[in-house]
């Protein structure tokens, strides 16, 4: 028989350590002449989707997709990223390949001039400044996009710490209300062990009448034969193995609570035989007091199940 549950059981149980689905996370960066923006959310899902919005840069998605699924494992999460030029980094700079289309025009008309005989002032520099495709204004060209990449994963990095940290938190508060309701269970299956034994005399009371009032009706009938009918229906009646599994599957809810790693499926399959049990309980009882637990029982299961709905 499991061993009951008391208040020395529980102080030795562990702190919940169950996630939340549900998170938030934005980070901004800047750097290589671009500025970007990270933003990460995710809500309750049956399993993992993810949902990319990124730049085209080489690499990148594929980059993603693996840090992600290294701190989620379920839920709908969408990530975005925002990257433009740095209007810091905007500033004049020479192009070569203007310069080089200006240098041949004037190399061609200095040769067209001295074979026609005119002389031409030398050009100067500045002179070639000044015409239009020397000089461009904007951000300098990306010569690495790989550059870029690793400096947009650093922040991603840190944006899924955050993300990560913010998951956690809210199924710390996910975790300590389940193991709230799991305490009530386990009071409850103690108050219906209590009432399920308090009522044997009772049960045995009604057994011997009822005997006695069908041999009274049936004088030819076998006593024995009636006897076992009646043994059978106090068997049907008897909670005890409810009461037993009960006590299981608080044991096994708690082990889950414990667990850091994704208990939501587990979790949300451990409340149905919650359910099973509680529902056996009501159809069992011949009390209105154990009716009463067990009405109560399956509404606290039901509360479970709504938060469950939000754990990884």
């Known amino acids: 028989m499991v061993k009951p549950d008391t208040t020395e059981n529980r102080m030795t149980h562990l702190p919940p350590q169950v996630i939340s689905m549900t998170g938030f996370a ?18 309750n899902g049956k399993g993992f989707d993810l949902r990319l ?10 980059a993603v997709r693996s840090a992600v699924a290294k701190v989620a494992a379920r839920g709908n999460i969408t990530l975005n990223l925002r990257l433009s030029r740095s209007e810091q980094a905007e500033g004049l700079r020479l192009s070569e390949a203007g310069l080089a289309a200006v240098l041949g ?16 002032a030398p050009s100067r520099a ?17 010569d ?12 991603l990095d840190a944006l899924l710490t955050d993300f990560t940290a913010m998951r956690a938190a809210e199924g710390g508060e996910i975790g300590a209300v389940i193991s709230a309701q799991i305490d009530r269970i386990a009071g409850l299956t103690e108050a219906a062990r209590a009432a399920a034994e308090a009522r044997r005399p009772e049960v045995a009371a009604t057994l011997r009448a ?27 009646s008897d909670v ?31 409340t149905q035989e919650f359910v099973r049990e509680a529902n056996t309980l009501c159809s069992k ?14 509404h606290v299961i039901d509360q479970i199940r709504e938060q469950i709905q939000n754990v990884e």
């Open 26 to 43: 934005a980070r901004q960066g800047a750097g290589l002449g671009h500025e970007w923006s990270w933003d990460v959310r995710s809500v």
């Open 53 to 62: 919005r990124l730049p085209e840069i080489e690499g990148l998605e594929a």
């Open 105 to 120: 025009a004037v190399a061609q008309i200095e040769t067209a001039a001295r074979d026609r005989g005119l002389a031409l």
């Open 126 to 142: 500045t002179d070639l400044l000044t015409l239009r495709g020397v000089i461009e204004q904007g951000p300098p060209a990306l």
């Open 144 to 155: 690495d996009p790989a550059a870029l990449r690793a400096a947009l994963l650093t922040d």
């Open 210 to 236: 009822n005997l006695a009032r069908v041999m009274e009706g049936a004088p030819g009938a076998d006593p024995q034969r009636i006897a076992q009918e009646l043994a059978m229906l106090a068997v049907k």
């Open 240 to 270: 005890a193995e409810e009461i037993d599994r009960l006590r299981a599957h608080i044991t096994a809810a708690r082990t889950l609570l414990a667990d850091p790693a994704p208990v939501g499926r587990k979790f949300d399959f451990l």
């Open 285 to 298: 009882s011949g009390s209105e007091r154990l009716t009463a637990i067990g009405l109560d029982l399956k």
